[in-house]
């Protein structure tokens, strides 16, 4: 047992890493974009409430 101490506490040290990431990732908000028909992300609280952040442009193809 004791010839596989670090394969097996290095492979529990990994798995544990990985559920905690999983957890973060989970939880995790995702910024609301293109609501209420904007191209971009409004700002909900604060000083400048209400205003629109990173405009997505696109350009119409010319034919």
Same mark, same amino acid.
């Given at each position: 047992? =004791?010839?596989?101490?670090?394969?097996?506490?290095?492979?529990?040290?990994?798995?544990?890493?990985?559920?905690?990431?999983?957890?973060?990732?989970?939880?995790?908000?995702?910024?609301?974009?293109?609501?209420?028909?904007?191209?971009?992300?409004?700002? =909900?609280?604060? =000083?400048?409430?209400?205003?629109?952040?990173?405009?997505?442009?696109?350009?119409?193809?010319?034919?």
């Amino acid at each position: 047992m =004791k010839r596989m101490h670090r394969v097996l506490s290095s492979f529990s040290r990994g798995s544990k890493n990985a559920r905690l990431n999983q957890l973060m990732f989970r939880n995790l908000k995702t910024v609301e974009t293109n609501a209420n028909g904007t191209s971009g992300y409004v700002i =909900k609280l604060g =000083k400048n409430s209400g205003e629109t952040l990173g405009h997505l442009r696109k350009e119409s193809k010319k034919i």
